[in-house]
């Protein structure tokens, strides 16, 4: 977590460093559903303070049970989410056992009323807080009207398939169904990273690629080849290209998963540059061919079919 203010859109701060008195939203909001814009709008019209959401980092599960919690959105590509919406400040909560243990009472006079000086605070009707997850929505409401606070609890919501949730997302994600993940999130799904030096293999068959390096934290869709867009530093327009996400079982079935993207019909320097990608549609899973040859032949075939795919957007 930054240490200081980190001006990206909106400030990316720690409770201290935050503008006060504030009116809050709190929660991991990932992926930023409608379900999580109702709570953060509530906060942010005729707001009493300035318009905050409040998360954890990293998230709790991560430091209690030692699981790891892949990002939908990542605190920076969270606050340009957040500009929009009138939000005015992201504040990162840095969780960890100290944290944990502090009742939910403590929780409420320490972090949001001294460090924030919360004037309103939104959540979803599921919101746990303190030690254990022993407060919840009547505690916080309690705790509220003591203090003078303006409780707001948003009801969770739900379309013909269920309440919205970030799991949601993440299944549509993991089976590849990029359009159910953009309809769930209300905007395309996308990710960024560093170009990186990679074996030159693919410039060597025929396909040169760029290999973006992409933050381990956040969540990535499951493994195929892709048509998608991708924005690089220099070009104002997308691009269209073809996404290789997984390892490379014909070249080195042990290596890791990577992301090795080729620009359709562009020959451009990238090594250096930043890379956002957006996968549009999934073309096919991942395969082993009998040599170099046979993947050069399925690559320019890739190619061919998100061309049509592309052309008919």
Same mark, same amino acid.
């Given at each position: ?51 905050? *959401? ?16 892949? &990002?939908? @959105?990542?605190?920076?590509? +969270? ?40 004037? &309103? ?6 919101? &746990? ?6 407060? @919840?929505?009547? +505690?916080?409401? @309690? ?19 269920? &309440? ?53 934290? +956040? ?39 990577? *992301? ?26 991942? +395969?082993?061919?009998? @040599? ?15 061309? *049509? ?5």
């Amino acid at each position: 977590m930054p240490s200081v203010c980190t001006k990206i859109v909106i400030p990316l701060c720690s409770p201290k460093e935050a503008k006060t008195p504030t009116s809050l939203a709190l929660g991991s909001f990932d992926g930023l559903h409608a379900g999580h814009r109702k709570v953060i709008e509530v906060v942010v019209n005729d707001a009493p303070g300035v318009p905050t *959401v409040v998360s954890f980092w990293p998230h709790p599960r991560e430091i209690l049970y030692a699981e790891p919690r892949l &990002r939908l @959105d990542l605190p920076s590509e +969270k606050t340009s989410l957040l500009t929009p919406i009138g939000v005015e400040q992201l504040v990162l909560v840095p969780f960890n056992l100290e944290l944990a243990a502090i009742s939910a009472e403590e929780f409420f006079e320490e972090m949001l009323i001294n460090n924030l000086h919360a004037r &309103r605070i939104a959540v979803g009707q599921n919101f &746990r807080f303190g030690r254990n997850r022993e407060g @919840d929505v009547n +505690k916080l409401q @309690d705790l509220g009207q003591a203090a003078n606070i303006e409780i707001l609890v948003i009801p969770i919501l739900e379309d013909k398939d269920g &309440r919205m949730s970030s799991s949601r997302i993440r299944k549509a994600l993991s089976e590849g169904n990029l359009e159910k993940a953009r309809s769930l999130m209300g905007r395309a799904y996308q990710f960024s990273g560093k170009v990186v030096k990679g074996r030159g293999l693919g410039k060597k068959i025929g396909w040169p690629t760029a290999n973006i390096e992409v933050d381990g934290r +956040k969540f990535l869709p499951s493994l195929g080849v892709y048509a998608a867009w991708v924005w690089i530093n220099g070009y104002e327009d997308r691009l269209p290209a073809v996404m290789n996400l997984g390892p490379q079982p014909t070249v080195d079935p042990t290596s890791p998963s990577k *992301v090795e993207v080729h620009i359709i019909d562009k020959n451009i320097e990238l090594d250096g540059t930043q890379m956002t990608v957006e996968p549009i549609k999934i073309l096919r899973t991942q +395969k082993k061919f009998a @040599d170099l040859n046979a993947l050069s032949n399925q690559i320019g075939k890739d190619v061919e079919i998100a061309n *049509v795919f592309f052309r008919s957007l």
